[in-house]
């Protein structure tokens, strides 16, 4: 290792392989042979884990200067690749970068190191009267900066909008070692960094709108008959102007799954129904839960039920203990279109002799979040890459309902053409390009996609794959 | 509904981790060491890096640098009991003979001497030499109310003495007929177990057993939750037999004998917060019976720590980490001393002398004007003249 990085980051920086290793995947598993086939080169050559932003310029100008590659690490919890190296270099921990740095009471901001995590900041926050307004489904390890770098939409943005839109101020540092800082209205933006799976720049620090704690809380459960009603029900409540803190959807094998696990579980297809704020607002919303249910034939669940499954919220993936391994596609999809995805689904299902599970976060009364999963086992060689092609099929039903793959990373770079237009994508490359001339930030993701997966061979490859998903798939206890 | 905990084999739960990191930010060797192999999702990830048969030192200290505390399993998103898996990866390291010297120095010591320090048996009542009053039938007295069972610490480390000191006045005071096992309290095998040397256990709970059905106490009473532990949930196990008698931990004893009246306080104003020892309180789930005693004491006001219950913070001085590790379970010492410091409390109270022990010492070395007392002692010093 060059002297001059061990002097910098004395002994928080490794070329130990056995340390390295821990850092080349998130949630995915991908197999040997994919990895060796596709040319990803996932171990990086160093870790490092700067402590402050000095530090974080001090490695992007030594990476700039030498042409290696540097991929910044939140806590690893996305499923995307958008923080594992594809091209070894230097991973950036930014876990050590947190903190409280200042709570701006007057202003309602609150500035804290981009390795903050989100739920331990909320329970920071809520000790002095205030709350964040939204967060991930993984808030428990997510990081401010990780959930920034995604597109930041989670639970209580059908309240407050994407994350992006929360964000006051960043300070980023560029690849070339420079210290910006960003906002709304600089050049670049905070835009820029949102959804950019870390490829412009290394955010250090974000200032963030907070709101103030909620005096009260209701969470309840919709149990409907078919998924067309529950759609409609979402989408007249999240119109309302008294509209919830957050909307879940549950798909009724969701929950078979869970029985399937020893938890008691309700039935039915489930929209979960969470009010917070003052007693005015969470007693109007009950009024207006009653209404929904009334109007569009719902039971409402006992309160203890709805209560349990808000604590269990950041717990989706329990099912993977069914697995051992967990495939899943996460996708936009209209909320008017909600039953048919939920029919396609079903009928792929059946085909491929597949149970799928789904849950998604309504984020506004158009559209919604859909992650469907299914289980699978990575130890299986082929019968694993073969479940794997199954999410090709996944998306493909969003995509023929004019959604597409949520968040990008590595894995949805063959759906580009999807997710963004074409003058969208031009303007993301000239932006890389003016701040990551040599692409040494996080190279290989968000732009472009493996030179042996071009779109077309990746739909038809995962077309045909998993056609014998039929056979080699993980068949459920009837 | 109790969360359930799998552990299916080493190879199917490592397979099962979703690498989701919530393990990662409520380990304290992870907030100490900072590397991800310090975590448990890395530990697992080197696992699977690993050939199964031969363990790479990497692994094997990282293995050996965890206070067992259990923090990771009561967040595991897939419901691993992550504490058994490093017992299962102990053991096999153990197995192997790769586990680091001085645990198979522990486990010749407990072999040759039947306890942890080395002494002879015989220096198992040391302690009592400084009592005002030597009760009758201190030792070995047959059909009594309660067996008082030590625990090697408290039995043989001069600082600890005074938990069983304040645990046989109160006892004496409150007129409780008991005794101790004296020189014939074995080491209750904990340590082996965190050790991952587990052959000799099943005999030492045979000998402990043998001899306590002999005395014929209406229930056990222990002041060390490690080996309430072990006799609780690993006893039965080794033994496949249920134990004949009750055991109890001091705090669930203490409150009984509050909640009969026998047990009178005198009132104190104090600010008092507690610390939940890993094996009382995740890994045995008492959580209540210390708190309800502690605010039985008039005037006691009782603060929580921002992690508390399930969530507590260990003190560093679990898993024998102090044995191959001094410095990290010292750093994590640090950690729950600021998190005593931002309560306001004046005691620190607990249920543990390995726990009194090292957080005294971090206590000390951050001088922290906070009083570390064991549960026995703060009761004691609350007795009712």
């Known amino acids: 290792m060059d002297n001059h990085l ?148 989670g639970i209580g943005s059908l309240a407050f909008g994407p994350l992006s839109e929360q964000v006051v101020r960043l300070e980023v540092v560029l690849p070339d070692g420079t210290i910006k800082e960003v906002t709304q209205a ?60 957050n909307l879940g959807y549950y798909s009724a094998h969701y929950f078979d799954f869970f029985r399937q696990l020893g938890y008691p579980a309700p039935h039915g297809e489930i929209l979960a129904v969470d009010y917070e704020g003052n007693q005015e607002t969470v007693q109007g919303g009950q009024k207006i839960i009653k209404q929904l249910a009334g109007t569009f034939g719902a039971e409402i669940l006992p309160t203890e039920v709805g209560v349990s499954e808000w604590k269990e919220r950041f717990y989706h993936m329990r099912i993977k203990r069914l ?156 | 509904m109790d969360k359930p905990f799998f552990y299916e084999g080493l190879n199917e739960e490592t397979t099962i981790c979703g690498r989701c990191g919530y393990c990662r930010d409520v380990c304290p060797a992870y907030e100490v060491g900072g590397w991800e192999s310090f975590s448990p999702r890395g530990k697992m990830a080197l696992v699977q890096a690993a050939n199964e048969q031969e363990y790479p030192q ?55 001497k039947g306890n942890i320090s080395g002494e002879e048996q015989s220096s198992r009542l040391l302690w009592s030499e400084n009592l005002d009053e030597v009760p009758e039938g201190l030792n070995g007295k047959k059909n009594p109310e309660v067996l008082y069972f030590l625990g090697c610490v408290s039995s043989l480390f001069p600082a600890a003495y005074s938990i069983p000191q304040s645990m046989v006045k109160i006892m004496t005071k409150v007129g409780v007929n008991f005794t101790t096992m004296g ?80 047990l009178k306080l005198k009132e104190k104003e104090q600010i008092v917060t507690y610390h939940d020892p890993c094996d009382l309180g995740r890994n045995s789930g008492i959580y209540d019976e210390p708190r309800q005693l502690i605010t039985s004491v008039p005037g006691v006001k009782l603060v929580e720590m921002e992690r508390n219950r399930e969530n507590s913070l260990c003190c560093g001085g679990g898993g024998n980490l102090e044995m191959t590790d001094k410095e990290l379970a010292a750093n994590i010492s640090d950690l729950k001393v600021n998190m005593i410091k931002e309560t306001g409390a004046q005691t620190v109270v607990t249920g543990c002398q390995q726990c009194k022990r090292t957080m005294s010492g971090a206590v000390r070395k951050a001088k922290a004007r906070v009083r570390v007392q064991d549960l026995t002692e703060f009761i004691v010093s609350m007795l009712d003249d």
Not at chain 1, 44 to 69: C, F, K, M
Not at chain 2, 194 to 214: F, M, S
Request: some cysteine.
């Open chain 2, 58 to 112: 990497k692994l094997i200290d990282r293995v050996y640098q965890c206070t067992l505390c259990g923090a990771c399993r009561e967040v595991c998103h897939l419901n691993i009991d992550t504490r058994q898996m490093w017992l299962d990866l102990r053991q096999r390291i153990a197995k192997s003979g790769k586990a680091p010297e001085v645990m198979y120095s522990l486990r010749d010591t407990v072999r040759d």
């Open chain 1, 186 to 245: 600089s050049e670049p933006a905070i835009s820029w960094f949102a959804g950019s799976d870390g490829t412009l720049g290394l955010v250090t620090k974000v200032t963030l709108k907070i709101r103030h704690a909620p005096d009260v809380e209701g969470h309840w459960l919709l149990s409907f008959k078919d998924v067309a009603s529950l759609s409609k029900a979402a989408a007249t409540v999240a119109e309302e102007a008294n509209r919830p803190y």
């Open chain 1, 323 to 478: 697995g051992p391994t967990l495939m899943a596609a996460e996708d936009w999809i209209g909320v008017n279109n909600l039953s048919q995805y939920q029919d396609s689904v079903a009928r792929l299902g059946s085909r491929m002799r597949t149970k799928f599970y789904s849950y998604g976060t309504i984020v506004n009364s158009q559209k919604m979040t859909m992650f469907t999963a299914y289980r699978a086992d990575s130890r299986q060689g082929l019968g694993y890459i073969v479940a794997m092609a199954v999410t090709g099929r996944l998306h493909q039903l969003a995509i023929n309902l004019g959604g597409h793959p949520y968040s990008v990373g590595l894995w949805n770079t063959p759906y580009l053409p999807s997710i963004f237009s074409k003058v969208e994508l031009a303007k993301l490359k000239k932006r890389k390009k003016e701040l990551d001339p040599k692409g040494l930030l996080n190279p290989g993701k968000h732009y472009t996609y493996p030179s042996l997966l071009p779109p077309w061979f990746f739909s038809f490859g995962t077309r045909m794959a998993s056609l014998l998903q039929r056979y080699t798939g993980a068949r459920e206890k009837e």
């Open chain 1, 6 to 153: 061990s002097e910098l980051l004395c002994n928080r920086i490794t070329d130990d392989w056995w340390e390295r290793v821990t850092y080349g995947r998130d949630l995915a598993e991908v197999p040997g042979i994919m990895r060796w086939a596709l040319r990803l080169e996932t171990i990086p050559d160093l870790v490092a884990r700067p402590q402050n932003t000095e530090e974080v310029a001090a490695l992007a100008q030594y990476a700039y200067s030498q042409g290696i590659p540097i991929i910044p690490r939140g806590s690893g919890s996305s499923a995307f690749f958008n923080s594992v190296p594809v091209k070894k270099g230097i991973t950036i921990d930014l876990s050590g970068i947190s903190g409280i740095l200042n709570l701006d009471e007057k202003q309602e901001e609150v500035t804290v190191g981009a390795g903050q995590r989100w739920e331990a900041l909320d329970k920071a926050l809520r000790q002095k009267g205030w709350a964040v307004r939204s967060y991930p489904s993984s808030a428990p390890t997510a990081t401010i900066g990780g959930w920034l770098n995604m597109e930041g939409y």
């Open chain 2, 183 to 262: 020189a014939e309290e074995m080491c209750c095998g904990f340590p082996l177990m965190a050790a991952g040397l587990t052959d000799d256990i099943k005999k030492l709970a045979e000998e402990n057993i043998a001899r306590i059905e002999e005395l014929s106490p209406s229930c056990i009473v222990m002041s060390c939750p490690s080996c309430l532990h072990t006799w609780k949930h690993e006893y039965p196990r080794l033994l496949n037999r249920e134990l004949p008698f009750p055991v109890l931990h001091s705090s669930q004893y203490l409150l009984k004998l509050r909640q009969e009246g026998r």
